[in-house]
Structure formats: C-alpha cells, structure tokens
C-alpha cells in the first residue's frame, strides 16, 4: 500500500550535514509513523528516529542524539532526516519505514513497521 523513497545520500566531510528525504505514495501517509534505521558494514540494523503520525513528538536513538532532526510533510508526504556534526561511525545505508501504530510510544524496533524504503547510502570521510 505505501512505498518509500529515499534520496539525499552521498559522500561527505566529518563534520559536515545531509538531509535525507522520504517520499511516501498512498492516500494515508499521516496515519503511520515514520521512522529511519541504518545499518554500517557488518553491523545490525539500527534505529535511527522515529516521529509520530502528526510530527508533534520525536524520538532518537543514542548515538545520533543531539545531531540529527526527524520532521515530516504530510501535505507533501515527506519524511526528512536533518544530520549534522557527521562522523565516519555514521556511515550506511539510511532506510526509511512506515509504521501502523501498534506498540507503545517510541516504536523503536524493525518489527514494529510495515513499510521499508530501498535505502540510500551515506558515507562520511575523515
């Protein structure tokens, strides 16, 4: 029913900014939490941001805390990931998921969205 698209992903300085973009089709974008994971090379997918169907509250995991910014459109049907202060430890592939809200606030886990986006990659040089 939804499909995700990322873009905004390439190469960049420690130090420096991204902002990555979700774009969502379906009719009932606003009804889902939107959330981005990442994964580095030989490491689990990890949580990233999560924010709720009207964007009121967000939540980040620890190691991005303080330097990345989840918003979202729901007229446009966007998502976006503000990431600042970067650092090589950032780098993977960014993927954004759609959650029908099941599970207690904040939805943390892959397992609790319905909806993945393909992906796009960050890499952060030294």
């Known amino acids: 029913q939804v499909q995700l698209v990322e873009t905004g992903g390439g190469l960049v300085q420690a130090g420096g900014s991204m902002r990555l973009v979700c774009a969502a089709s379906?009719?009932?974008?606003?009804?889902?939490?939107m959330g981005w994971f990442r994964q580095g090379k030989g490491k689990e997918r990890e949580f990233v941001a999560v924010?709720?169907?009207?964007?009121?509250?967000?939540y980040y995991g620890d190691p991005v805390k303080g330097r990345i910014t989840i918003s979202r459109d729901n007229f446009k049907n966007k998502v976006y990931l503000q990431m600042n202060s970067l650092k090589p430890d950032d780098t993977g592939i960014y993927v954004c998921?759609?959650?029908?809200?099941?599970?207690?606030?904040?939805?943390?886990?892959?397992?609790?969205?319905?909806?993945w986006g393909q992906g796009t990659q960050v890499t952060v040089f030294s």
């Open positions: 924010i709720t169907q009207s964007g009121t509250r967000q």
């Open positions: 998921a759609a959650a029908n809200v099941r599970s207690r606030w904040p939805q943390r886990f892959s397992y609790e969205y319905d909806y």
């Open positions: 379906g009719r009932t974008f606003s009804t889902y939490a």
